[in-house]
């Protein structure tokens, strides 16, 4: 059986992103046949579609890294009950054009840390709709994850019942995915 593929997509662009370490701590609880890959979208220029008739080198990387993948995890920060625009450029660049948009059929898991007390419940919830309207297959399931201190320890989740928490959704991610990716 081929590996299944999971990209990452951690949608901050700041050095000491909170939802970065949660990423790095999520990849920590997924079994290691299964083959994960962080995708860079801080790099991508703002989307215009005068761009689209000779798309940058660095926006066929990133559409070109989706692609190859099965299933997606977005680890992401909620800005003003929404999401940043760092991951709304990047998702606005995989979805065009139609017939090549990468997020088409891909199953999805989300989930998110901030500081506050709904750890990104309402951002997660706008990025649930946009989506699905591309196509993904967005899996149930609620992991809003407010933000402490010692949550992440070492690049792992330190926290133990948040630890058992994380585990059940991303073991019930990776079942979903692997059963949807079997031929
Ligand atoms: C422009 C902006 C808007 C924000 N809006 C929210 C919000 O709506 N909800 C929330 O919980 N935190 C909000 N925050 C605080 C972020 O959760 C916090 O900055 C967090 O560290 C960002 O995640 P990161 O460290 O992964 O970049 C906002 C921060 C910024 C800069």
Same mark, same amino acid.
């Given at each position: ?48 579609? !005068? ?5 940058? !080198? ?11 993948? !099965? ?18 450029? %990047? ?29 990104? %419940? ?27 201190? !010692? ?7 330190? +926290? ?20 949807? +990716?079997?031929?």
């Amino acid at each position: 059986m081929t590996k299944l593929k999971v990209a990452v997509i951690v949608g901050s662009n700041r050095k000491e992103s909170i939802n970065r370490k949660l990423a790095e701590g999520l990849v920590d609880l997924i079994p290691d046949s299964i083959e994960t890959s962080f995708v860079q979208i801080d790099d991508l220029p703002m989307y215009n579609m !005068d761009l689209e008739a000779n798309r940058p !080198d660095v926006v066929n990387r990133f559409t070109r890294e989706v692609a190859a993948t !099965d299933a997606v995890l977005f680890v992401t920060p909620e800005f003003n009950r929404s999401i940043p625009a760092v991951l709304k450029n %990047a998702i606005d660049w995989g979805s065009k054009p139609v017939d090549k948009n990468v997020w088409n059929g891909k199953v999805v898991a989300l989930t998110g840390t901030s500081p506050g007390a709904i750890g990104t %419940a309402v951002g997660q919830q706008h990025l649930r709709q946009i989506l699905g309207i591309l196509g993904s297959l967005v899996i149930g399931g609620e992991a809003y994850i407010t933000f402490k201190p !010692d949550l992440i320890e070492d690049g792992k989740i330190a +926290n133990e019942s948040t630890k058992a928490f994380l585990q059940a959704h991303i073991d019930k991610f990776i079942a979903i995915a692997q059963k949807l +990716n079997t031929p």
